[in-house]
Structure formats: structure tokens, C-alpha cells
């Protein structure tokens, strides 16, 4: 129903415009409003007749060449009709003309078909607008339900090898400290617990995404040798955050830390609140051997991904940069939150 009248006072709108600008030179209302119509009404069903019956045909069968003889024949048979329906109305005065009217046949069946034409190529151009445009929205959806599978994915995905080494760690502390062993195995279940049941809602409060980051950070640091710092300082809790958007690059740090014996390797996390924008700091020093373009390329869903999911959560709401120096991997991400 909405659709309907947005067609119709779209015509009538046409309407208006078209009587007053293509007959202005005829004084006789009649007159004005019976050529306005008898055009106005050629136009709409060109129009009608190629956006509802014609461009269907044509994306379904993809035949150009049949959409254009077709057009042509519609386009002659629509104008030659109307000329004829004129002509008849002209010869018997069944609507009196009061102005200079000295077209003949010929001039008449020339006019109508031009003022088909008119319909005819505003219906078609409207139609593939509005199938491109369509075309580009399902696609964005098909994106959109890819890029949310794949969050879906990463937020139920428990790293095997993470896993892994920290169950070899809890067995190594069993045997040399037990009190730290106990500490291992509740945060390692904490960690289970929050990526198989709280990741599952769209967000999360932040107080429990940084408690999870923090947690993850303190389990990996029992297992490298490099120097690692966490600085957390935010004291509005009460925001959300989309779960896991920060663990991406947390993992790659850890997983990309240098480990030379010549230089100090450091891992350093540097995370602020400020007027409801999240400031993120990420800094690894890479290996020398490793060629530091192909640190961000090798990890799990890349840095495409990372900036898809930052799209789809936070478009217009982010800055994500990178920057390679020194052989250091630099990670800056600005969130807002409210």
C-alpha cells in the first residue's frame, strides 16, 4: 500500500510539473489539462510496461537483443495507438480545441512516439538502478552474514595450541608449585567459561572483556621469555564492547614475539578509556629473520578480517592503524564505545 501511493503521488507530482511546463503557451485549462493527461498517461505506461513486464523478462533471460526489438515494438505499437485514439478525438471535436493546433497525422504519431520514448527510457533506467541497487544490498547482506558467521566462528573457536600449552604449563606446575598450578587451572577455566558462554551475545560489558584479555595475557606470559607489560586504565566499566574484537591482536603479539638472544624481546599492551573512546596499544618486537609484512598476513583471520569485523561492528566508530619499525610491530586502535 505504501508503494502504491508513493507511485501515485509521484504521478500526480509529474503531473503538475508537466502541465505547467510543456503547455504554458495554451490558456484554455481544458486544453491544458487534456494534452497533459493524454501525455502524462503515454508516459506512465511506457514506463510501466518496461519497469513491470520488459526488464524482468530481461534479467531472467539476459537477451539484450530481444529486450531492445521488444522495447521497439511496444514502443511503436504504444505510440501508434494513442496517435490513432488522438486523431479520432481531433476529427469529431470531442474535446474542443481553443488554440492554434495545425499538427497533422504524421506530426502526431512523431510526438507520441518520442513521448513514449520518454517513458520507456526513465522506466528502464529506473529498473536496472533499483536492481543494482538490490544487487549491491544482497550482497552486502551475503557479507554481512559471512563476516558474523565468521565472528560467530572466532568467538567459539578454542585454540588447540593455546590450549595446549597451557595445560603443559599446569603440568609442569604441578610438580614444582602447586598453589600456582590451582591459579593456572582456575584461569584457564575462566577463560573456557567466557568464550563458550558469555561470547555468545552481540556484546559485552567491558569490565569482563578486559578481565578475559587480562587473563589470557597473564596465562601466555608463564610460557615466553620475553618482557611483557599490560597497562590497563579505565574506570567506566558500565560500556560495552563487542566480545573478542582486541583478543586478534593480543594472540598475534604473542604468537610473533621475537625471540632473540642479542636484544631485549617485548610484548607491551597499553589499553585507556577516555571520554568513551577506547585507546589500544600493541607493540612485539619481531624477529629480524622474519620479514615483518608477513607478521600480520600469517595469523588466523588476517588483517582484512580484522578490519571487516571492526566495519561491521563499529563503522564509522574506529581507527585501526599499523606501522612496522625497527623490526617492531606497532598496533593502534581507536574505539568508541558510547
Request: glycine content about 4%.
Amino acid at each position: 500500500m505504501q508503494r502504491f501511493l508513493l507511485h501515485v503521488s509521484f504521478w500526480l507530482g509529474f503531473f503538475f510539473i508537466w502541465n505547467q511546463i510543456t503547455y504554458f503557451y495554451i490558456s484554455d485549462k481544458g486544453n491544458r489539462l487534456y494534452f497533459s493527461a493524454l501525455d502524462v498517461s503515454l508516459i506512465a505506461c511506457a514506463f510501466y510496461g518496461i519497469y513491470a513486464y520488459l526488464m524482468p523478462r530481461y534479467f531472467k533471460h539476459k537477451n539484450i537483443a530481444k529486450l531492445l526489438a521488444l522495447s521497439l515494438i511496444y514502443l511503436i505499437l504504444l505510440a501508434g495507438g494513442y496517435a490513432f485514439v488522438m486523431k479520432l478525438f481531433l476529427n469529431h471535436m470531442l474535446v474542443p480545441i481553443h488554440f492554434n493546433f495545425s499538427w497533422n497525422y504524421t506530426d502526431l504519431q512523431y510526438n507520441r512516439f518520442f513521448i513514449a520514448l520518454l517513458g520507456l527510457l526513465g522506466g528502464g533506467a529506473l529498473k536496472l538502478a533499483l536492481d543494482r541497487v538490490n544487487a549491491q544490498r544482497r550482497l552486502n547482506a551475503m557479507e554481512k552474514a559471512n563476516s558474523l558467521a565468521e565472528l560467530n566462528y572466532l568467538k567459539a573457536q578454542l585454540n588447540p595450541h593455546f590450549l595446549f600449552n597451557s595445560l603443559n604449563s599446569l603440568y609442569t606446575q604441578l610438580d614444582f608449585d602447586l598453589p600456582q598450578a590451582k591459579v593456572i587451572l582456575v584461569t584457564i577455566a575462566d577463560l573456557l567459561r567466557y568464550q563458550l558462554y558469555e561470547c555468545s551475545a552481540d556484546f559485552v560489558p567491558l569490565s569482563k572483556e578486559l578481565l578475559h584479555l587480562e587473563n589470557y595475557f597473564n596465562l601466555q606470559r608463564i610460557r615466553t621469555e620475553a618482557t611483557t607489560i599490560l597497562n590497563v586504565k579505565v574506570d567506566d566499566n558500565d560500556l560495552m564492547i563487542s566480545p573478542l574484537v582486541l583478543m586478534t591482536f593480543v594472540e598475534n603479539a604473542f604468537k610473533h614475539v621475537s625471540d632473540d638472544d642479542s636484544r631485549e624481546n617485548i610484548i607491551q599492551i597499553d589499553i585507556q578509556l577516555t571520554e568513551g573512546k577506547l585507546h589500544f596499544f600493541c607493540m612485539n618486537t619481531a624477529s629480524v629473520k622474519e620479514h615483518l609484512s608477513a607478521t600480520f598476513e600469517s595469523m588466523g583471520i588476517g588483517l582484512q578480517n580484522v578490519r571487516q569485523r571492526l566495519e561491521l561492528l563499529y563503522s564509522n566508530k574506529y581507527e585501526l592503524t599499523t606501522k612496522e619499525l625497527d623490526s617492531k610491530y606497532y598496533i593502534y586502535l581507536n574505539l568508541i564505545l558510547r
